[in-house]
Antibody, heavy 120, light 107 residues
Framework: QVQLVQSGAEVKKPGASVKVSCKAS????????MHWVRQAPGQRPEYMGW????????KYSQKFQGRVTITRDTSATTLYMELSSLRSEDTAVYYC?????????????WGQGTLVTVSS | EIVLTQSPATLSLSPGERATLSCRAS??????LAWYQQKPGQAPRLLIY???NRATGIPARFSGSGSGTYFTLTISSLEPEDFAVYYC??????????FGQGTRLEI
């Protein structure tokens, strides 16, 4: 079965960077696009960006352009999201997601989430 | 940026009743809209994609309709496990995908 297992919680200081990983298993990694979404406490989810796991092409939401980098390691079937210049407003749960079956652009499978706390 | 506005903010119903949730887009997203269910401490779960298609494993009591700027999610007969927060998400403006603010469905 499809599984997305994310790295553990992080505490960072303002101005630092964070890199979250998402290990995929149970399917052919390069066949599906992947996404990153974050959700601050009590808030709606917020879309961050997309990667074609096959060729590595990326697209980022305008809000995060210049601050977020999404990469993947096909040999390790692992997805990464790095967010730089962290500020307190970046405190949120960060989720990786995979396209659903016949549902491109929608997250049919989700990781368990990684809490990133930004605090001085 | 396409803004999604969901209504109502909270919907109070009982098991067995019918629930109708709405999502309005600030501009047309064609049929590129999904619905998710989220329970406390869990990731969202995809229910409906492209406005009216049920995702894998989703019960038939969930249905979606609409196109353009107005969409609805209907739960025909509420089960106890359906009480949660529901979000709509558009993919009509790639990669500026966005989510609605959510509807809390409570007993």
């Amino acid at each position: 079965q499809v599984q997305l297992v994310q790295s553990g919680a992080e505490v960072k200081k303002p101005g630092a960077s964070v890199k979250v990983s998402c290990k995929a298993s149970g399917y052919t990694f390069i066949r599906y696009s992947m996404h990153w979404v974050r959700q601050a406490p009590g808030q709606r989810p917020e879309y961050m960006g997309w990667i074609n796991a096959g060729n590595g092409d990326t697209k980022y939401s305008q809000k995060f352009q210049g601050r977020v980098t999404i990469t993947r390691d096909t040999s390790a079937t692992t997805l990464y999201m790095e967010l730089s210049s962290l500020r307190s407003e970046d405190t949120a749960v960060y989720y990786c997601g995979r396209d659903g079956i016949r549902a491109d652009g929608y997250m049919g499978y989700w990781g368990q989430g990684t809490l990133v706390t930004v605090s001085s | 940026e396409i803004v999604l506005t969901q209504s109502p903010a909270t919907l109070s119903l009982s098991p067995g009743e019918r629930a109708t949730l709405s999502c309005r887009a600030s501009q047309s997203v064609r049929n590129y809209l999904a619905w998710y269910q989220q329970k406390p401490g869990q990731a969202p779960r995809l229910l409906i994609y492209d406005a009216s298609n049920r995702a894998t494993g989703i019960p038939a009591r969930f249905s979606g309709s609409g196109s353009g700027t107005y969409f609805t999610l209907t739960i025909s007969s509420l089960e106890p496990e359906d009480f949660a927060v529901y979000y709509c998400q558009q993919r009509g403006n790639w990669p500026q995908y966005s989510f609605g603010q959510g509807t809390r469905l409570e007993i």
